[in-house]
Structures are given as structure tokens and as C-alpha cells.
């Protein structure tokens, strides 16, 4: 006879670590048919029925006030609950995904769909446009470190832009970025973001793109 795999094993291996996530989680199996009141174990062969469950039953999230809030259009009728990082629906415990989903979220609301990001490597520019794939943002990056820019070129990724984000803390020649701020038009707003790492600028460019002026549009 097969051994039953502990409900409260089980669980916690979901995602649904604390008492109440556990509460939570064992309340939605009861509901699915898959256990009773008073049971400690399940049979193996349900534990696919039960993932199944808890699926359509929660949305895990980290516990991080902006995951709750991002996660909440998808909820549809789920459970909220908190869990591990890497059990989270909405970040999947990258810091990265979360902020590039706060500034996609910026954007949306705010009408901005064109940054221009001055500085960072080809790695940095890469990632940035896997974490806002499908989210309707679009980016033109320079690597400072491996190209020189033309006056032409930097007033054509000035015309098309709708938020300059210069990356001083990163490989950034003065050569290259005052192709760009010496010729920025005064109806586009440019941050400054002092701070290595993605996470803060998304950080800072969704605040800029929430509170900073709003330049129309073009195509």
C-alpha cells in the first residue's frame, strides 16, 4: 500500500508555508473533494489534482506590498496568500521583475510607452527587455561603453522618446550622453538615476513617469 503524502508537507512545498497559508490551502482541497476534516495524509495520486486546486483556489504572492496590488487584476475570485519568494506569482523572488512591473504599470496608466535609457551594458539591455516583453513599453538603450552616437542618430531616439533615463552610475562617457542632453528638447523629461542595478532604475523611472510632465506622443 502506497504511503499518504502529509497534507501539511504537501502544502508547505506549494508555497503555503505559514499556519494560515496552510489554513488557507487545506480549506480549498476540502472544497475540491480531495480531503476531509481530520485527515493528516493524501494519497499520491492526487497530488496533481490537488496542485490543480490550489491553482484555481490562490494567488501566492511574496508578501511584498506591490505584489499584492500587481497581482490583484489577476486574483479573479483566488484566495490571496503570502508564501516564499520563489513561490510568488507575480515576481517569481526577482527583485528586477517586480520594480519592471511597477514601471510597466507606470507607464500604462500615465500613456508613456517609449524610454530611452543612456548607459548600461548589453547585459542590463537585454534583461530590461525580457522583464517588459508584452507589457507594451518600448526601449531604445545605449551602451555607452561600445558605441559612439551620432548627432542624427541622437536626435532621432530623441524624437521618438517620451522619458530620457540617464544611467550615470554606469559605463557612460561624457562624450556620448551630451550627444543626447545637450540636443534633449525641453518637452522631454529626463531623469537621472545615480544608483547601479535594475531594479532601481525601473524604480525611478516609474516615479518619474507617474509624477514628471507627460509629453505627447509620436508615432
Not at 473533494?33 to 490562490?58: C, D, I, N, S, V
Not at 520563489?86 to 519592471?100: L, Q
Not at 551620432?150 to 551630451?178: C, F, G, I, Q, Y
Request: net charge positive; hydrophobic share 40%.
Amino acid at each position: 500500500m502506497t504511503e499518504a503524502v502529509p497534507i501539511d508537507e504537501f502544502l508547505a512545498g506549494e508555497g503555503f508555508i505559514t499556519e494560515w497559508a496552510r489554513y488557507q490551502g487545506r480549506a480549498i482541497l476540502e472544497q475540491a473533494g480531495l480531503t476531509r476534516a481530520g485527515k493528516t495524509g493524501m494519497a499520491p495520486g492526487k497530488l496533481a489534482q490537488a496542485r490543480a486546486a490550489l491553482a484555481r483556489g490562490a494567488l501566492r504572492t511574496c508578501g511584498d506590498p506591490d505584489c499584492a496590488r500587481l497581482g490583484s487584476p489577476q486574483q479573479d475570485g483566488r484566495l490571496l496568500v503570502e508564501g516564499p519568494p520563489e513561490s510568488c506569482e507575480v515576481c517569481h523572488g526577482s527583485n528586477n521583475r517586480r520594480a519592471a512591473l511597477v514601471l510597466a504599470e507606470a507607464c500604462r496608466a500615465n500613456g508613456v510607452r517609449r524610454l530611452l535609457i543612456l548607459g548600461g551594458t548589453g547585459a542590463n539591455h537585454a534583461e530590461l527587455r525580457d522583464l517588459l516583453t508584452g507589457k507594451d513599453v518600448s526601449l531604445r538603450c545605449i551602451d555607452g561603453s561600445a558605441q559612439t552616437v551620432t548627432k542624427r542618430d541622437a536626435l532621432r531616439d530623441l524624437d521618438w522618446a517620451e522619458l530620457m533615463v540617464v544611467w550615470a552610475s554606469t559605463p557612460l562617457p561624457h562624450k556620448v550622453s551630451v550627444s543626447f542632453t545637450d540636443e534633449r528638447p525641453t518637452t522631454l523629461p529626463m531623469i537621472t538615476v545615480a544608483r547601479r542595478g535594475i531594479a532601481a532604475l525601473c524604480r525611478e523611472a516609474a516615479i518619474a513617469v507617474s509624477g514628471g510632465p507627460k509629453r505627447a506622443g509620436r508615432q
